[in-house]
């Protein structure tokens, strides 16, 4: 059974750094795309990052471009999003989800960016 | 990124047949085709068909996805009340490098 589990979520101050990961089992990990997708609360579905198997490809949307930082351990099975330079427009449950069409969905970490 | 279009709200009778809507243009849903979720309140998305229109295991035979041009459809039969939920379209923009959603369409069943 795919399980991914997302964690480092939580409330950070304006201009504030967050580290999330998603720890992946269940599937070969390091033959999977994996991506990052957030939710605002009360709205959509936002396409963050994307990050091929063996990380020599990586993708972010504009709104992240330059702050955000996605990563993969596949040693560890763990896919990572550096986030810097938090806003509160970033202030949103993060979901990570496996495959080449979102095959997989974790339960997601929420991300609270206030002063 | 601009995003992928869909009708913000669909009302369906029990029982009738629901088809949403997914535009988006030529280097998107025109050239892979559109991957469609389903969320229901509270609960992170599912996958209900896959950019080429096939459904994973375990996805009732009552959804399919179709795509004509630039726009992707998802029709559901027999519509129940466990369908009332969010659906989400997304596809792949080759000209941006990115992937796109729609805004969401909430489906109602009466």
């Known amino acids: 059974e795919v399980q991914l589990l997302e964690s480092g979520g939580g409330l950070v101050q304006p201009g504030g750094s967050l580290r999330l990961s998603c720890a992946a089992s269940?599937?070969?990990?390091?033959?999977?795309?994996m991506t990052w997708v957030r939710q605002a609360p009360g709205k959509g579905l936002e396409w963050v990052s994307l990050i091929n198997g063996d990380a020599g490809s990586t993708y972010y949307a504009d709104s992240v471009k330059g702050r955000f930082t996605v990563s993969r351990d596949n040693s560890k099975n763990t896919l990572y999003l550096q986030m810097n330079s938090l806003r509160a427009e970033d202030t949103a449950v993060y979901y990570c989800a496996n495959g080449a069409d979102f095959q997989h969905w974790g339960q997601g970490t929420l991300v609270a960016v206030s002063s | 990124q601009a995003g992928l279009t869909q009708p913000p709200s669909v009302s369906k009778a029990l029982r009738q047949t629901a088809t949403l809507t997914c535009t988006g243009n030529?280097?998107?849903?025109?050239?892979?085709?559109a991957a469609w979720l389903q969320q229901h309140q509270g609960h992170p998305p599912k996958l209900l068909s896959y950019r080429n229109n096939n459904r994973p295991s375990g996805i009732s035979e009552r959804l399919s996805a179709s795509r004509s041009g630039n726009t992707a459809s998802l029709t559901i039969t027999g519509l129940q009340p466990e369908d009332e939920a969010d659906y989400y379209c997304?596809?792949?923009?080759?000209?941006?490098?990115?992937?796109?959603f729609g805004g969401g369409t909430k489906l109602t069943v009466l």
């Open positions: 269940g599937f070969t990990f390091s033959t999977y795309g």
């Open positions: 030529s280097n998107n849903v025109g050239n892979q085709g």
């Open positions: 997304s596809a792949w923009d080759s000209s941006l490098s990115a992937w796109v």
